[in-house]
């Protein structure tokens, strides 16, 4: 009998917690669209002058503004906080958006982020304060850019240039988080890690299953 409740446990167990944990694996995985499709950069410059596009790319999205010093230690945040943990990801991109006369402040900043991590995967595009309030506006995020035009919160954006979040059905009582507080590390550590997770994870998750359906034909 012993030997019996012993191999039921050994048995019963194991798939258990697989059927637990795949659920969980469903309901982490997706992480809600809470704007379907957002404007694109084609109005934007680049500061090295190279292309740089939402499409097929999963991009966390600022608005530094005109004042970039005042937004220092929010890039050095999410620099330590979320780009250094995930920049090896090749499908994974910053993009912080600014006003056409911040170029050289970028590029002070770029080249002290770039002391501390590999900044290949951040991109600083300028346009006019019109095409930036323009992007800004697509999100239909509750936020509003400032005089300067920035903000401190940053976005997550799909590859199908969805802005993704929380839309309060995760947990009870949740709050719906369109954007992410860059100042505070707590907002980062807490929330976005969590989430660029799952976004990064549904996206492996999706080249596995795509390999393995080409791999059986």
Known sequence: MKKILVLGIL???????YLFFASGVHNFAKLP????SIGDLKSFESLHAKEVSFDDKITVLGFLGKDIYNKQGNAFNLNQKIYKK???FRDFQFVMVLPYGSEEEAKELLDE???IADVSGWNFLFGTPESVNSLFKSLKAPHELDANLATQYVYIIDKNKGLRGRDGTLKE??????????SSVA???????DDVK???AEYRLALKKYKADRKGK
């Open 198 to 200: 799952v976004v990064l």
């Open 187 to 193: 907002d980062l550590s807490n929330v976005m890690v």
């Open 86 to 88: 995930n920049h090896e």
């Open 11 to 17: 048995f019963i167990l194991p798939l258990v917690a």
């Open 173 to 182: 009582g949740e709050e719906m988080v369109y954007g992410y507080d860059a």
């Open 33 to 36: 669209i809470l704007t379907k």
């Open 113 to 115: 982020l770039g002391n």
